[in-house]
């Protein structure tokens, strides 16, 4: 069992904002040196999450997490989200997937974000 994880993302033409996705797989990357790490993105920019897929699945993944990036569950992970997910199990049935919830919906996050927001300028 090759277990994986793709970090799915609104996208942004601004390859800037691709800044802290590309750092959170990198992080997973040096942990986690065999689990295998990927972005996707719904717009804007590429690998698309069925591309991002498709680049674990060759490489070996038989259970892929999807790690929804958004600070909560809006229309992109409520309705989007769904049908790109169908669209996985009919081109990987042999593929477990599965999807977490919105990362800001973890009460982790949540506290972490508090915690950020209170902090004392530095200037």
């Not at 994986?4 to 590309?22: K, N, Q, T, Y």
């Not at 040096?30 to 920019?45: F, W």
């Not at 060759?58 to 909560?72: E, K, N, R, Y």
Request: charged letters at 15%; hydrophobic letters at 45%; aromatic letters at 4%.
């Amino acid at each position: 069992m090759q277990k994986a994880i793709v970090l799915f993302s609104h996208g942004s033409r601004d390859p800037l904002w691709r800044a802290p996705i590309e750092a959170v797989a990198a992080r997973i990357a040096a942990q986690h040196p065999s689990r295998p790490v990927a972005c996707a993105y719904l717009e804007l920019c590429a690998p698309s999450l069925a591309e991002a897929t498709q680049r674990l699945v060759t490489q070996g993944a038989t259970h892929i997490t999807v790690v929804p990036m958004f600070l909560g569950t809006g229309k992109h992970a409520r309705e989007d989200l769904p049908v790109l997910l169908q669209e996985l199990h009919a081109a990987h049935p042999g593929v477990q997937l599965h999807v977490q919830a919105a990362i800001g919906e973890d009460p982790r996050m949540t506290a972490l974000m508090a915690d950020i927001a209170c902090e004392v300028p530095l200037d």
